[in-house]
């Protein structure tokens, strides 16, 4: 086992969630290592203190300040709910739905080219537009599961917040 494969480990070491197999495999690592066996006692340690620690219940004066975040941000959520209201209602008027259309087929139309580019006859796989497209979609990919991580961690949290602060 590498070093940097040993210091992956460690922390699911620490917390008991390797298999078998896993565990036998880092402790040898362990005996032939140095490095990584001060690194499992500087982490070992640190868990153990963390573990001691007082646990701290925030102050009232904090959760009067989320209220009042959450209670800002939902004016601002109205706000834009509003903005979006105005401008269908402009749509509806025939100048407005022009601009509209216009507007959306520009859209389209840039959209088109930034994905298949103007001459539309490479079929270069190391075309950077082609490669910048694929590491967007890659990011996309990633940016959409720290989204529903985070907000699968503030649904989380909201069960334990007191109701009166959960229905803000």
Same mark, same amino acid.
């Given at each position: 086992m590498k070093c940097s494969q040993a210091h992956k480990?460690? &922390?699911?070491y620490i917390d008991g969630l390797l298999d078998e197999s896993a565990v036998h495999q880092l402790e040898a690592h362990l005996e032939k290592c140095e490095n990584c066996s001060g690194l499992l006692a500087e982490m070992t340690s640190l868990v153990k203190n963390a573990r001691q620690m007082e646990k701290v219940q925030p102050s009232e004066g904090v959760w009067l300040s989320i209220r009042k975040g959450l209670i800002q941000k939902e004016q601002k959520t109205r706000?834009?709910?509003t903005q979006i209201s105005e401008f269908f209602n402009f749509i509806?008027?025939?100048?407005?739905l022009?601009?509209?259309?216009?507007?959306?087929l520009v859209i389209i139309i840039s959209t088109f080219i930034f994905y298949y580019g103007l001459p539309f006859?490479?079929?270069d796989p190391n075309d950077p537009m082609k490669?910048?497209?694929?590491?967007?979609e890659e990011a996309e990919k990633h940016y959409q599961i720290?989204?529903? &991580?985070l907000k699968q961690n503030i649904s989380d949290y909201e069960a334990k917040l007191p109701p009166e602060l959960a229905a803000v």
């Open positions: 480990r460690i &922390s699911e706000t834009k709910q509806k008027y025939p100048r407005g022009a601009i509209a259309s216009s507007a959306f006859l490479t079929n490669v910048a497209h694929h590491h967007f720290a989204i529903n &991580s």
